[in-house]
């Protein structure tokens, strides 16, 4: 089992930048896929990245593809999503996930889920 925190949301102008951090409280993630997706009131929460246990692959939602990159540092028990370039569209409450297995961008397939953290991006 692992539980997870995110951190680094804000406000921020359209074309900025912003990193956000999921650490592990408790629990490792090296043996874990991890993700990030977002939400806005009245949506489905969305895919956004996802990377494997070793870091090497990821995958992105065609929105964010460019603008956005997946990391990880398993020494730190940490996972980061670096946004930059962004659009007042990707104002959401960004969640990171985990789960065995291999990367999916199906909500339904992820394990454990942090608090969120509010992403707003003003025009």
């Known amino acids: 089992q692992v539980q997870l925190e995110e951190s680094g949301g804000g406000l921020v102008q359209a074309g900025g930048s912003l990193r956000l951090s999921c650490a592990a409280s408790?629990?490792?993630?090296?043996?874990?896929?991890l993700a990030w997706f977002r939400q806005v009131p009245g949506k489905d929460r969305e895919f956004v990245a996802a990377i494997d246990w070793t870091g090497g692959g990821a995958d992105y939602a065609d929105s964010v593809k460019g603008r956005f990159t997946i990391s990880r540092d398993n020494d730190k028990n940490t996972m980061y999503l670096k946004m930059k370039s962004l659009k007042p569209e990707d104002t959401a409450v960004y969640y990171c996930t985990a789960k065995r297995g291999y990367i999916s961008s199906n909500r339904d397939d992820w394990s454990y889920w942090g608090q969120g953290t509010q992403v707003t991006v003003s025009s």
């Open positions: 408790v629990g490792a993630i090296r043996t874990y896929v």
